[in-house]
């Protein structure tokens, strides 16, 4: 069964740094490409970041452009979403998804997207 769980959300001042992570259970994650997601309490889910199967090639939605970085490790099956300057409208719950035919050629869509984690929330907050 194909699983995956993120971890590393909490609380964070503004201009603060998160880091995410996000760990395949029972699968290779080397075959995948790996997006984050986020959802805001009353809004639809967004994309946030993608990385394709290799980790050649890396998209962020522009909300995300120049504060965040998204990397994997495919050796320890597991990908990584550092977030910086971080604002109260980064504030949401992020979930990882894993898709087997995107090629993370644009910021990533929900339909795109085969296999979810269970979410971790961010809150940004003074």
């Known amino acids: 069964q194909l699983q995956l769980v993120e971890s590393g959300g909490g609380l964070v001042q503004p201009g603060g740094s998160l880091g995410l992570s996000c760990a395949a259970v029972?699968?290779?994650?080397?075959?995948?490409?790996i997006a984050w997601f986020r959802q805001a309490p009353g809004k639809e889910r967004e994309g946030v970041s993608c990385i394709s199967s290799s980790g050649s090639r890396v998209k962020h939605a522009d909300s995300a452009k120049g504060r965040f970085t998204i990397s994997r490790d495919n050796a320890k099956n597991t990908v990584y979403l550092q977030m910086n300057s971080l604002k109260f409208e980064d504030t949401a719950v992020y979930y990882c998804?894993?898709?087997?035919?995107?090629?993370?050629?644009?910021?990533?869509?929900?339909?795109?997207?085969?296999?979810w984690g269970q979410g971790t929330h961010v809150t940004v907050s003074s």
């Open positions: 029972g699968f290779s994650l080397g075959n995948y490409a």
């Open positions: 998804a894993a898709s087997s035919f995107s090629l993370c050629l644009s910021s990533p869509r929900v339909s795109e997207y085969d296999y």
